[in-house]
């Protein structure tokens, strides 16, 4: 049996000239191509979870006692609580004792490359990621996380001239103490919901971003999770602080090998923005689906929210969803400031037998604050396929504006779309917009892009970009393109 | 160039065609006029292969070569092009990525190279000038929001832009102004030439007024009854057809 890592990541494909001409000319594998495991020396825990194991865990990434503490706190509430079933997915009891808490590479991770095993630098490669500065192009810094673990952050000499903090969480909790006690579980709380109370006792690693006052971070910030191991849950944690007037553009890419068994991926991410700060945060979910049975895959059930704390700050949240068995997921944004703005652009594709539940919550608790929430549904195969959406307007938002489309495309069918948008308006001086639709893709739309010459596939791939248009253009540059071709590989040969 | 032969073609069992012969050699420009129901638009949509009619017996073959039972894109990569009467729209795909996206498939088709984005761009801007079309007009969505007449320009540039052997226009001067109707004609008369040929389906002479076929044919309850000069056009804006019916 090959071992396990889990890498973080990012895959980037550059030199692309016109991101709106480059796609359909590219013939892609239909296979998913980064099914490949790692084969690397590693220190793993025996399946299990009890206090002993967080303790243990919490050694090992020598933490504080406060730390443990916290973690123990969540978990104990974790014990308390039941697993979430309101969600339209339908999936096998999961065993929490049968799954290993923590796997990493046996190699102690160390600031310089060389120190990496050549194995896991090879599967970055393969991931089409370098973690050599050299060979990348400027402008994108990566942590890669390899399992439990983070391997390398590159850039971090030149982001910190800037006074930008971007390392993995472990090392945060090393250097910067004060701003993770600060911080951590501020947006969301380790009792808020299963998935995050389990994160919370825990979570081994992920990424740590800081931007101080002022600082337009000088490129794109990046994390690639990749889960190696087998039977191994990955909890990663996220937390970005944007301070007065700062920028960030985070980019988060995931994969993982193709196994026949499911396993669980439950990270929490945590977004806290000041006075006139901005962050945007995209997200390309390409995690293994399942096989054509459904058997397989990655359950994905993620926690994350930003807290627009600070009067005119911004999130913005963009996610591509292809990947995944069944996917749990509601970005959302916490209004508080005033003319605060929360964002929330999606596009979720399921196939075979994958199951999405995913959408957004706003909450609207400052004056004038504004939320915008654009959601692109595809369903193929016997892809499920629900947005579920919450706008929440709070007594004191004065002024208070929401617009909601939430639009859906069905190929085939055996699929199904959902919508369930909740509406709770508490001032009366709020504006609410709600659209939504459900089409499929007409087979009129198909016959003329064929009569033209274009293949099926490429058909399909057409009217499916075209639909998810308005979403794309809200990535950055790079990961648009990554977006289209992942969406064009994704429905290939799903009509016919 | 086409050969259609004894076709009979039905759509959920109802039989349209029932029986059609129809032959179109390169360098010709015919007509088929007839009453609504008559089997006009099946008969394009036939040609072009669209899969929600079914060919029940007879043949269409292009230079020789039968297409009856080939795909919808490869028929129209042999040089079957349809101008549609109702063009759909394709939100978010915009008109410039489309337009390459099939003329670089006939390109390859015809084992020629991709054409660039640079010369696209300049040959389309030419097009679009001579259909009194802004450059804007790449940018917008195919067929989305555009007018009626806007709609058949776009059929008329990609027409002009794709340059195949034989031009079906499924009733493309209906519902135009007459400066739309004399623009659309000058596209067509600007494509055609002594290579390829042209299918016009319409109900009305006026298209006729700047496009001059070289036969005319009036089609009756799915067969073409009756084919020969203009003159048989202006007995139909005359008498209509009942006469063909005695």
């Not at chain 1, 033209?452 to 790079?478: Q, T, W």
């Not at chain 2, 029940?56 to 028929?75: F, H, L, Q, V, W």
């Not at chain 2, 390109?107 to 801007?125: I, S, T, V, W, Y």
């Not at chain 2, 390829?196 to 009854?225: A, C, E, F, W």
Request: glycine content about 8%; hydrophobic content about 35%; charged content about 25%.
């Amino acid at each position: 049996m090959l071992q396990g890592l889990v890498v973080v990541v990012l895959v980037f494909q550059h030199n692309m000239v016109d991101k709106n001409q480059q796609v359909i000319d590219k013939t892609i594998d239909q296979e998913y191509k980064y099914g490949f495991s790692t084969d690397v020396d590693q220190t793993k825990f025996e399946p299990g979870l009890d206090e002993e194991v967080i303790a243990k865990l919490s050694k090992i990434k020598e933490e504080p006692k406060w730390l443990l503490d916290w973690r123990l706190k969540a978990f104990r509430k974790w014990k308390k609580m039941s697993e979430p079933t309101w969600a339209k997915v339908d999936y096998e009891p999961i065993d929490y004792q049968a799954l290993s808490y923590y796997a990493a590479p046996k190699q102690k991770k160390n600031n310089s490359l060389d120190d990496v095993d050549p194995e896991i630098l090879e599967t970055y490669n393969k991931l089409g990621i370098s973690l050599d500065e050299q060979k990348r192009l400027e402008g994108v810094a990566v942590d890669a996380v390899f399992d439990s673990v983070s391997i390398a952050t590159t850039f971090k000499d030149e982001l910190a001239k800037h006074g930008v903090i971007f390392c993995s969480f472990s090392e945060a909790v090393k250097d910067y103490p004060d701003l993770i006690k600060k911080y951590l579980g501020s947006v969301i709380p380790a009792n808020d919901n299963y998935f995050a109370a389990l994160n919370s006792a825990v979570f081994s690693d992920g990424s740590f971003v800081y931007i101080p006052k002022g600082v337009r971070c000088p490129m794109e910030l990046s994390t690639y999770f990749r889960i190696n191991a087998t039977n191994t849950g990955q909890f990663e944690r996220t937390l970005i602080i944007a301070d007065e007037g700062s920028y960030v553009s985070y980019l988060e890419g995931c994969t993982a090998p193709m196994r026949d068994e499911n396993q669980l991926h439950a990270a929490c991410v945590e977004l806290v923005a000041h006075k006139d700060a901005t962050i945007k945060y995209s997200t390309i979910q390409n995690w293994y689906s399942g096989d054509m049975e459904g058997k397989g895959g990655i359950y994905n059930f993620v926690t994350k929210r930003g807290n627009c704390l600070g009067d005119n700050s911004k999130i913005s949240w963009t996610q591509v969803e292809t990947g995944s068995a069944v996917t749990w997921k509601y970005p959302s944004v916490i209004m508080r400031g005033d003319n605060s703005v929360g964002e929330f652009y999606s596009v979720a594709v399921t196939k075979n037998k994958q199951q999405a539940d995913t959408g957004t919550k706003m909450i609207h608790i400052g004056k004038n604050t504004k939320s915008t929430i654009i959601t692109k549904g595809i369903s193929a195969g016997e892809g499920q396929n629900t947005y579920r959406g919450g706008v929440k307007i709070l007594k004191d938002a004065e002024n208070a504006q929401n617009f909601s489309q939430c639009d859906s495309i069905l190929i085939g069918d055996k699929c199904g779309a959902h919508t369930f948008p909740y509406i709770d308006v508490k001032n009366p001086s709020a504006k609410m917009e709600h659209e939504a639709t459900t089409s499929s893709i007409g087979e009129d739309q198909l016959f003329y892009c064929n009569q033209r010459g274009i293949k099926l596939d490429d058909a399909v791939s057409m009217i499916v970009n075209g639909f998810c248009k308005e979403v794309f253009e809200e990535l950055p540059m790079e990961f648009a393109v990554e977006a289209k071709q992942l969406i064009e590989v994704t429905l290939e040969n799903s009509v016919g | 160039m086409i050969k259609i032969d004894r076709l009979k073609a039905s759509i959920d069992d109802k039989e349209i065609l029932k029986g059609i012969d129809l032959e179109i050699p390169a360098g010709e420009v015919h007509v088929i006029m007839g009453r609504n129901g008559s089997g006009k638009s099946t008969l394009a949509n036939v040609i072009a292969g669209n899969e929600a009619y079914e060919v029940d017996s007879g043949s269409i073959a292009m230079n020789n070569n039968d297409i009856t039972e080939m795909s919808i894109e490869n028929r129209a990569l042999e040089g079957i092009f349809l101008c549609f009467q109702y063009p759909v729209a394709i939100p978010g795909v915009g008109m410039a990525y489309f337009l390459r996206s099939a003329l670089n498939a006939h390109r390859k088709h015809q084992g020629k190279d991709e054409m660039d984005a640079l010369e696209f761009l300049n040959n389309a801007k030419k097009i679009l000038s001579e259909l009194g079309l802004d450059d804007s007009f790449l940018k917008r969505s195919i067929n989305d929001g555009f007018s009626g007449g806007e709609k058949k320009k776009s059929e008329i540039l990609q027409l002009l832009t794709i340059n195949p052997k034989l031009a079906v226009l499924d009733e493309t001067d209906s519902g135009l102004d007459v400066d739309a109707l004399r623009t659309v004609a000058k596209g067509v008369n600007k494509f055609k030439n002594e290579n390829n040929s042209v299918l016009i389906i319409t109900h009305y002479q006026r298209l006729l007024d700047y496009i001059k076929p070289d036969v005319v044919h009036l089609m009756i309850d799915g067969k073409i009854v009756k084919s020969g000069d203009m003159s048989l056009v202006e007995k139909v804006e005359k008498d209509g057809y009942s006469w063909l019916e005695n």
